[in-house]
T-cell receptor, first 115, second 117 residues
Framework: AQTVTQSQPEMSVQEAETVTLSCTYD???????LFWYKQPPSRQMILVIR??????QNATENRFSVNFQKAAKSFSLKISDSQLGDTAMYFC????????????FGKGTKLTVNP | EPEVTQTPSHQVTQMGQEVILRCVPI?????FYWYRQILGQKVEFLVS????????KSEIFDDQFSVERPDGSNFTLKIRSTKLEDSAMYFC???????????????FGQGTRLTVV
């Protein structure tokens, strides 16, 4: 069974600074996807960024980038130039394609961006 | 932009009552999901639905739960006899692996907060 671990329950960062959220996972699969979802106070789940395991290049979406280390089974999220609107819960998630394609989530990291 | 819609946004029910949570997935999507998030905890997979049948369910999804796609647009989650521990946020999601799989993304609804009293 796949597991996802987020070891930082809470983090805070000053506006405009950079913060990195950690995620590790455990799987015996070779092909899979990794995701970071953002859940603001409104509780909606919003996809921030995705990474395909067969791609060596780290995914980037504007201020959000990942550091994907496949051998170490690590998938961290870096948020650059943090904004107040980035305040949210961030969930790391794992998915194996080809079956039900369900998402397996970590417990989340609560990020607070301070003015 | 297409979106997943869930109703109601909040439902309060008495223990032992049946509830039906409703979802309208994105119209051309083929996979449908229900997830649950107990307050302050992680999001947990309940069930996936494809081609008019359950493709996978978790151990949480016991005989008290059922899903249905009654009319080709709605996707419902029924809890037959609610318990206090069913209080949670329930998220519906849909995805469309048929587009090629490489852009697989699950789109989530805004959630239904279920409170069992």
């Amino acid at each position: 069974a796949q597991t996802v671990t987020q070891s930082q329950p809470e983090m805070s960062v000053q506006e405009a600074e950079t913060v990195t959220l950690s995620c590790t996972y455990d799987t015996s699969e070779s092909n899979y996807y990794l995701f970071w979802y953002k859940q603001p106070p409104s509780r909606q789940m919003i996809l921030v960024i995705r990474q395909e395991a067969y791609k060596q290049q780290n995914a980037t979406e504007n201020r959000f980038s990942v550091n994907f280390q496949k051998a170490a089974k690590s998938f961290s999220l870096k948020i650059s130039d943090s904004q107040l609107g980035d305040t949210a819960m961030y969930f790391c998630a794992f998915m194996v394609p080809g079956g039900s394609e369900k998402l397996v989530f970590g417990k989340g990291t609560k990020l607070t961006v301070n003015p | 932009e297409p979106e997943v819609t869930q109703t109601p946004s909040h439902q309060v029910t008495q223990m032992g009552q049946e509830v039906i949570l409703r979802c309208v997935p994105i119209s051309n999507h083929l996979y449908f999901y229900w997830y649950r998030q107990i307050l302050g905890q992680k999001v947990e997979f309940l069930v996936s639905f494809y081609n008019n049948e359950i493709s996978e369910k978790s151990e949480i999804f016991d005989d008290q739960f059922s899903v249905e796609r009654p009319d080709g647009s709605n996707f419902t989650l029924k809890i037959r006899s609610t318990k206090l521990e069913d209080s949670a946020m329930y998220f519906c999601a849909s995805s469309d692996p048929a587009t090629g799989g490489r852009d697989t993304e699950a789109f989530f609804g805004q959630g239904t907060r279920l409170t069992v009293v």
